[in-house]
Structures are given as structure tokens and as C-alpha cells.
């Protein structure tokens, strides 16, 4: 490598709402040679053009999908009552600002794989061919398996929904059997819901549902944009007084699941999620999550996620007319749940459920998530070298967070307790820790991916950089750090086994992600908890991007001052 990290040539691997920013912020440390390869022919990731379809909306409020550097243009009222962005907003901004920042800097159509390190001269190398997706399916509900059982109907899965949207509609007339959608997370749902709306029969096949937090009408700033749902949510270390009176004392606990419970939980209540007793006749009930959305209490839309132990949570605003709970409510989508798709019926024209029902189906749409994108970008022995896959886990954390807030959670999930991840901070291998030559990004859930995905982008460029940065100084001290990490993942989200994903869930910010952010900044010698206000205020002041606009400045200027130091 040269002496100046800056002559090297970068490649960013993705055209979503990390991938962009990334590049951007090398562009602007004075990185020359920055090349983003996608495998899409548009650039927004899972808000690409080619991904988007009518009645696509996001699940979080206005404003955290943006970038200090690019303002975004509020929504109409008329489109957009509560908040929730059509996916439509979301692709313009990004095409916006590829089209201002990287010019030039995005191929498209680029499958990346096997990546691995170059033998000579260091640096990496990797094949590329025309691209695809990496969709999850069951071995059993593949189009293959499809073919070989004779089912007549389409199989696709929801990442193709919109390039084969046309397809589905022609070959599913409105008098035929149901669209069979399986999976209960929020593109399962907006595929009925679109599909409701076109007046098809639709039937959802799911474990459980995406818990639903909905409100009659939006959320106040101070609560929805603020600190305020981080605080209670809890994080690995406790900066504040507030923060250690909440989590760690017998009343900030029963202050905390309180909290939660109504602003979150009250009314919906199922006997294995009920913290506390109900009363059907509370006058409460109208600010509650599920009856804003009209849904009764013997519903199966109740068969839902623990809100408070998952990241599984579709936050939906002020339920729309023609979403997809209404709509079931209404009895235009018919949901069964709890039962899984098991295959395809010998008769051509059915799908068999687990308990051994049979439902006539004329299409099966998988919403059943991703394949590890790590699997085919890395080759094997690059991945053991990184270390970047599930690590067998480690029993040596002292660490065990006895906070009051988490009392009585679920078991742990048997995959859990056997694996770890071994990404520092979600973002460097802790094997690779020392050489500051690869990165990933997005491996995370984030309810603000732009804000963190922003200083997520200079905490990589600071460290390409070999910036003055609090990091651990050898790989031991890494993977010692990574599987604290990794037992922090298992007290929070104890049925979550995340390391067996690592590109999606390495690191699990969600609601905390405010906190985690802060120990990026932190990491990098700057300030953190910028949206400012003194020890009774600071939760609730909002939170915004443009916070961010000074940070390259004041990277810039530690960087001097520390070379100035040494001189």
C-alpha cells in the first residue's frame, strides 16, 4: 500500500442508503479512486426503482433516510398524513444524489464474488459478472421444487415482486384461489396489501406477525424523533444518570417496562407477551396500538412478536384505509397464523400446510428474507481468515448486564448460545482489526439509517485514514471486544440468534441507535449527544442530520492537530 490510504483505490460494494453515503464521504477525504458496484441498474438498494410498486411506504417517520449533505423534500400532506414516505420520495432522493455526488463513481450491473486478498502487493481481489439477488427460500417452495411437484402457479419471492408484479396480476385472475403470501414481516404484508387492493384473493401463512405500533394520529417529534424511545430501549454501557436510574435500579426498571407498556404494548396484551393485566373497558383503549387499527382482540393479526425482546417491529403510523391490517380486519386478506408452508400438493394446485392442511393457491410469494450476502462474495478461505462468519462462541465475558429493565426475558435461542459475531462495532473483522483495508457496512437495524449510516461512513474513512481513534490495539483485544458485543446481542435479544446472518444483523442498534452512534463519535475523538439540552431536556430535543454537516472539519482538525503533535 502507499504511504497516503488516499491513492488507493476503493471499491464500495452496494448502491443503497450506506453504500452512497460511503462513497461520498471517501470523495470528500480525498480518496480519488472510488468505484460503488451494484448488481442493480439503479442505485437505493432496496428502494431502487426496480423494487418499488404503488402502495409502497416506509415504516418510519420523515427525515431518517436523509443525508446532512442533501435536503429532502417534505412530503405532501395529501400523500403522506403521518409521516411515512412513499417509496417512490425515497428512490428520487437517492437518484438525487448520486446524480449530485457520484457522478460517474456507480457501475451498475456488477455482481461482486470472491473476494479475497491479493497474493502480491496486498490490496484485494474479486470476480465480476452480471448481478442478481440472493432471495432466501425454502428447499421446499423453490421454483424448482415447484416444477417437480407440477404446482401450475408462479413462485416468486417478495424481491422480485415488483419486476414481476405485471406477470403475477395477468396470471392470477380476480375470480381465482387465493395469492398465498408466506411470511408475516412487513413486505409480506405490503405484498397483500397491494394485492388486496387489486382485488385478488390473498392468504398469509406465517409463524407470527411483525408487531404493529400504530397510533390515531402521529406521534408527537418530541417522542417519535428524539432520544426519548433509546432511552428506555437501553444500551451496552450507560452513559448518564438517567440512563443507570432507569436500567439499573428496581424502580427506573419498573419506570421503564411501564413506559413501554403504554406507549407501546397496552391493549394488545396476548397471554405470552402481558407484562401487566388489561381491562377491556379501559377508555384507553382508543390510543392503543392494535384498536387504532380496528383489530379485535380474538384477531390472528395478535399473533405477533414480543415488541420489547425483537427488532420485528412495523411502525405504522396512523393505519391507512387501505394498508394491510384494515384491510384484513375487513376480511379481503385472509391471514393464518401460527403455521408454516411445508411444500406443494401432488393435485398441481394446492400448497400443504405443517399441520397437514391443504390450501388451494393459484401463486406462492416467499417474504422469507436473505441468504447472507457474505456467502457468495467472500471465498472460503477468506472468510475463515476474517473470521467474518458465525464464530463459535466464547464463554469468557465478565459482562452481564443485570439491568432491571430486562427482567424475566425469553430463553435463548440454541443458535444463540452456540455462535458469536466477530465484527467490531458491526463494521471491521476483529481479525482484520490492525491492516485498516476492509469495512462493512449496513450489517445492522437501524431506525435511523441515515444519520447512522452517515457517521457510520466517516468512522470507515477515519480509519482508512489511521486516524488518531479509540480501537483496540491487537486482534485479541478486538475479538475480546466482539464477543462482548456479542453477549450484549444475547442479553437484549436473547431469541435472535444474530450471528448466523452476519450481513444483516452483526450489530443491532434499533432503537438504541442513537447510543451507538455515540461510541462511534466517541471512537473518533468527537462529540457525541449533539442534539444538545442540559439533564432534564436532552431526551426529548429532536434529533436531525444536520448535526452532522461539521463533522468532516472537526475530523480535519484533530488529524492536523495530532501530526502537529508528533512534529
Avoid at 347 to 360: C, W
Avoid at 519 to 533: H, K, P, Q, V
Wanted: net charge neutral.
Amino acid at each position: 500500500m502507499s504511504p497516503d490510504p488516499r491513492c488507493e483505490s476503493v471499491a464500495i460494494i452496494g448502491a443503497g442508503i450506506i453504500g452512497l453515503i460511503t462513497a461520498h464521504i471517501l470523495l470528500e477525504d480525498g480518496f480519488t479512486d472510488v468505484q460503488v458496484l451494484t448488481r442493480d441498474n439503479e442505485v437505493g438498494g432496496i428502494w431502487a426503482r426496480s423494487r418499488i410498486y404503488p402502495g409502497l411506504y416506509t415504516n418510519v417517520a420523515y427525515g431518517e433516510f436523509r443525508y446532512s449533505s442533501l435536503k429532502m423534500a417534505p412530503p405532501s400532506l395529501e400523500e403522506c398524513p403521518d409521516g411515512r414516505l412513499p417509496g417512490q420520495h425515497l428512490c428520487e432522493y437517492f437518484n438525487a444524489f448520486a446524480s449530485r455526488f457520484l457522478k460517474g463513481r456507480v457501475q451498475f450491473g456488477k455482481e461482486v464474488q470472491r473476494i479475497r486478498r491479493n497474493a502480491v502487493g496486498g490490496g484485494w481481489k474479486m470476480d465480476v459478472q452480471d448481478g442478481s439477488s440472493l432471495p432466501k427460500m425454502p428447499d421446499a417452495l423453490t421454483p424448482e421444487a415447484a416444477y417437480a411437484s407440477g404446482f401450475k402457479g408462479l413462485v416468486m419471492h417478495t424481491a422480485e415482486f415488483a419486476a414481476k408484479m405485471d406477470q403475477l396480476l395477468s396470471a392470477v385472475p380476480l375470480d381465482a384461489p387465493s395469492v398465498v403470501v408466506v411470511g408475516g414481516g412487513k413486505s409480506a404484508q405490503d405484498m397483500c396489501a397491494f394485492l388486496a387492493n387489486q382485488g385478488r384473493k390473498v392468504t398469509m401463512v406465517c409463524r407470527n406477525l411483525d408487531y404493529l405500533i400504530a397510533s390515531i394520529r402521529p406521534l408527537p417529534k418530541w417522542l417519535r424523533n428524539s432520544r426519548f424511545l433509546a432511552l428506555i430501549w437501553g444500551h451496552i454501557h450507560l452513559r448518564t444518570f438517567l440512563e443507570r436510574f432507569l436500567h439499573t435500579t428496581w424502580i427506573g426498571g419498573l419506570i421503564v417496562r411501564f413506559l413501554w407498556y403504554i406507549l407501546v404494548e397496552y391493549a394488545v396484551s396476548p397471554p405470552s407477551h402481558s407484562h401487566f393485566e388489561t381491562n377491556d373497558d379501559c377508555n384507553l383503549a382508543s390510543a392503543a396500538q392494535f384498536l387504532a387499527a380496528g383489530v379485535p382482540r380474538a384477531s390472528p393479526l395478535r399473533n405477533v412478536t414480543s415488541p420489547f425482546w425483537s427488532v420485528r417491529v412495523n411502525d405504522e403510523g396512523v393505519p391507512r384505509p387501505n394498508g394491510f391490517h384494515k384491510l384484513a380486519v375487513a376480511g379481503k386478506i385472509d391471514v393464518i397464523t401460527p403455521a408454516t408452508v411445508a411444500g406443494f400438493s401432488e393435485d398441481g394446485e394446492s400448497i400443504v400446510l405443517n399441520d397437514g392442511r391443504v390450501l388451494r393457491a393459484s401463486a406462492l410469494v416467499l417474504g422469507t428474507g436473505y441468504k447472507s450476502s457474505w456467502d457468495n462474495l467472500f471465498d472460503e478461505a477468506t472468510l475463515d481468515e476474517l473470521g467474518i462468519g458465525p464464530q463459535p462462541a466464547q464463554l469468557n465475558c465478565t459482562d452481564h448486564w443485570d439491568y432491571t429493565s430486562l427482567y424475566n426475558p425469553p430463553p435463548l435461542h440454541p443458535d444463540a448460545k452456540r455462535w458469536s459475531s466477530a465484527i467490531y462495532r458491526g463494521i471491521v473483522p476483529a481479525k482484520n482489526i490492525l491492516r485498516s483495508d476492509l469495512a462493512v457496512s449496513g450489517t445492522g437495524i437501524s431506525v435511523n439509517n441515515g444519520y447512522s449510516g452517515e457517521v457510520t461512513a466517516h468512522w470507515i474513512s477515519s480509519y482508512f485514514l489511521r486516524d488518531p481513534m479509540r480501537l483496540p490495539g491487537s486482534i485479541e483485544e478486538a475479538l475480546v471486544a466482539t464477543e462482548r458485543e456479542a453477549a450484549w446481542l444475547k442479553r437484549r435479544y436473547p431469541q435472535i440468534p444474530t450471528a448466523l446472518n452476519g450481513s444483516y444483523t452483526a450489530i443491532l442498534p434499533f432503537l438504541a441507535w442513537p447510543q451507538y452512534v455515540d461510541d462511534l463519535l466517541e471512537d473518533m475523538g468527537l462529540a457525541g449527544m449533539r442534539s444538545g439540552g442540559n439533564v432534564l431536556t436532552w431526551p426529548f430535543k429532536l434529533i436531525d442530520a444536520d448535526e452532522l454537516k461539521t463533522l468532516k472539519q472537526e475530523r480535519d482538525a484533530r488529524r492536523a492537530a495530532a501530526k502537529a503533535k508528533i512534529a
